[in-house]
């Protein structure tokens, strides 16, 4: 089975051909190239207070085909249903953080996982729990967590 991996790298230097090449040589290929630049811009008073940069997107979360609306990230959502089975579970942050790496999942920014770094995504998680809990999905989970419990 084989599966995508993403990377974002942030640019310390101009990109050049010789960095594009050694990419390549190493499996990867550019899929988007993203711009930025500074422009003078008047204060807008009725935006003051916000910060006015760029909103994080949330984690299990993706910027859809369109780039106008967000979309479900199937394996950050995969994280998020993985974590509330642990938590109904009764699992501690470092258990969690074991289980997530060694069935192979990193972080958005492809570090393995720390308890630090699963305790930061419970507000996310309590945010997306509703979604996560209901449907016939986690009905049949739940039947099978507890014939396991069950059967220990």
Request: glycine share 4%.
């Given at each position: 089975m084989k599966k995508t991996e993403w990377m974002r790298e942030d640019?310390?230097?101009?990109?050049?051909?010789?960095?594009?090449?050694q990419k390549a040589a190493a499996g990867w290929k550019p899929v988007a190239i993203e711009w930025k630049r500074e422009i003078e811009v008047m204060p807008d008073p009725a935006h003051s207070g916000t910060g006015g940069g760029p909103e994080e997107i949330p984690y299990g979360m993706q910027i859809a085909s369109d780039c106008r609306?967000?979309?479900?990230?199937?394996?950050?959502?995969?994280?998020?249903k993985l974590l509330a089975e642990m938590i109904v579970q009764d699992m501690s942050f470092p258990q969690m953080a074991d289980m997530l790496n060694q069935r192979a999942f990193r972080t958005r920014d492809g570090r393995t996982w720390t308890p630090l770094a699963v305790f930061k995504l419970t507000p996310r998680l309590i945010e997306v729990a509703p979604r996560i809990l209901s449907g016939s999905e986690w009905e049949t989970r739940k039947k099978q967590m507890s014939k396991v419990a069950w059967n220990s």
């Open positions: 640019l310390a230097a101009e990109l050049s051909a010789e960095h594009l090449q609306h967000l979309e479900d990230n199937p394996g950050e959502m995969q994280v998020l």
